[in-house]
């Protein structure tokens, strides 16, 4: 996990930040796995880098590296709420590297139609750090981590402790188109 969390990759970017959400085992579980689409997915990130086409496979979707192919991303979602008339979705991001593995998490919704670079997929990174300090405690009064140093992580222990503080963090924001423009900016 130690290598995982270095990176602390954050779902479809494969770069680096500086605090994120990032567990040892998967929180969303097959019951509770669910496809945005019916096939492929795009998510398309800062304007110089290239696409990601998400294939679908089994209860979620598989994404190469645009930059190094052996480098992959497992995705799964799970409903998390209904915002301004669009489901937004918690995504789980599998990260292997050199056998060790990790989950780290972020919001996704669908586009209406696919914008102008063919993206049918929108993301939004989730940042630990965005939550205050009462809702740290909480959150670690309820059995979450929060680890600061180099790279500041909070990891959950479970998928309810995830969605309260995420909808505690960001509910009354993610309704609105800004935001969402706003965070896929800070990739």
Same mark, same amino acid.
């Given at each position: 996990m130690k290598k995982i969390r270095q990176f602390c990759i954050l779902p479809l970017a494969l770069v680096s930040v500086s605090a994120c959400f990032l567990t040892e085992t998967s929180l969303i579980d097959a019951g509770q796995a669910v496809l945005p689409m019916d096939g492929d997915m795009v998510v398309c990130l800062r304007d110089e880098d290239p696409c990601?086409?998400? @294939?679908?496979?089994a209860d979620g979707y598989f994404a190469q590296s645009p930059d190094d192919p052996a480098d992959t991303i497992t995705l799964r979602f799970t409903p998390l709420t209904q915002s301004a008339g669009k489901q937004v &979705?918690?995504? =789980?991001?599998e990260l292997t590297e050199d056998e060790e593995t990790g989950f780290t998490y972020g919001?996704? +919704? +669908?586009f209406s139609t696919p914008n102008d670079r063919?993206?049918?997929l929108e993301i939004a990174p989730l940042d630990c750090e965005d939550a205050d300090e009462d809702m740290l405690s909480q &959150? =670690?009064? =309820?059995?979450?981590? %929060? =680890? %600061?140093? @180099?790279i500041?992580?909070?990891?959950?222990v479970s998928l309810t402790q995830m969605k309260g503080l995420v909808l505690t963090m960001h509910g009354k924001d993610i309704a609105k188109d800004a935001w969402w423009v706003e965070r896929a900016n800070e990739f």
């Open positions: 990601l086409d998400l @294939k679908r496979q &979705f918690l995504a =789980e991001a919001l996704a +919704r +669908r063919g993206a049918t &959150f =670690e009064a =309820e059995g979450g981590t %929060v =680890e %600061v140093g @180099k500041t992580s909070c990891a959950p």
